[in-house]
């Protein structure tokens, strides 16, 4: 019983977590998108170590797939706008391919939000 309780405290805890996690995400990411808005790259920061410190806790959950695709949204995004800064030296192509860029990542987060507020696993 005591078990059954931690468990359903465990994953509460977690559902928490994920939806501050992204909401942080998702701050960021519109701020990108959207003109005059923008957010602290700081935020994104901070909720890639709160992912990665607390991923393990949600080992063998269901919650584990949202840690691995929040890490994963906020290293592939990372290294696509690395890879496509040096198309700035010509602006319009570097606009466009952070604007792709940023609304793929738009899309990660609330498809991930999505299924988290559903109780659902995301795929590997």
Known sequence: MDEVVANAEREASLKTLGHV????HAIVAVGAVVPG????????LIAFIIDLVKRGDALGSWQE????WRI?????????????APLWVLVLPGWVAWTLISIW????I?????ALISNQALPA
């Open 37 to 44: 808005i923008q957010a602290s790259v700081g935020l994104l």
């Open 65 to 68: 797939s949202h840690f691995r």
């Open 72 to 84: 994963r949204s906020v290293i592939f995004a990372g290294l696509a706008y690395l890879l496509t």
């Open 110 to 114: 609330f498809r991930g939000w999505s």
């Open 21 to 24: 996690s992204y909401l942080l």
């Open 105 to 108: 990542f738009l899309y990660r």
